[in-house]
């Protein structure tokens, strides 16, 4: 569940939309679960649904004009001390450059660089060939290596 919730994150770039998105995505793998091929990675096709369901739940909001949830303000930080404010302060400024990056590179890298899935398994996720796959992963690196100044 983490690994799906980070990649819906990756998807949807809110906390509240990426929990949601899991829990319709983990209904809908239930409810189709005889569709599960056997001896195939169980962790894929659900990548494979929940991107899917996003897919269809962008459509839906295009339809019907609405906005994403914002996201929530006044993160609760007394108590923590200098390293554990600017490391928050360090994976803030990466979210926001995942989430400025096209979605195709943005998911390229959730799901290679992020969830350590194989090229082959990625490209088969977002159903694009290995060669697409390794190109929008190299846009992706290089475009948010120059949006947080050079640092890996």
């Known amino acids: 569940m983490p690994r799906l ?7 949807t770039g809110n906390v509240a939309d990426a929990d949601d998105l899991v829990q319709t995505g983990v209904e809908r793998a239930l409810r189709h679960l005889d569709q599960y091929q056997a001896g195939t990675r169980l962790d894929s096709w659900l990548f494979r649904i ?3 369901q996003w897919i269809d739940e962008t459509r839906s ?5 609405r906005l994403f949830a914002p996201e929530e303000d006044g993160e609760h930080i007394a108590g923590m001390d200098a390293a554990t404010i600017e490391a928050r302060r360090e994976l ?5 450059a995942m ?8 998911l390229a ?3 290679i660089c992020v969830e350590g899935l194989s090229y082959t398994e990625a490209s088969a996720i977002l159903d694009v060939p290995v060669g697409t796959l390794s190109s929008r992963l190299t846009r992706g690196r290089e475009a948010l290596m120059l949006a ?3 640092r890996p």
Do not use: S
């Open 5 to 11: 919730r980070r990649f819906a994150r990756a998807l």
């Open 50 to 52: 929940v991107k899917n």
């Open 61 to 65: 909001r295009q339809r019907r004009g």
């Open 92 to 96: 803030q400024e990466v979210e926001i």
């Open 99 to 106: 989430q400025a990056l096209p979605e195709d590179q943005r």
């Open 109 to 111: 890298i959730a799901l």
């Open 148 to 150: 947080l100044g050079g």
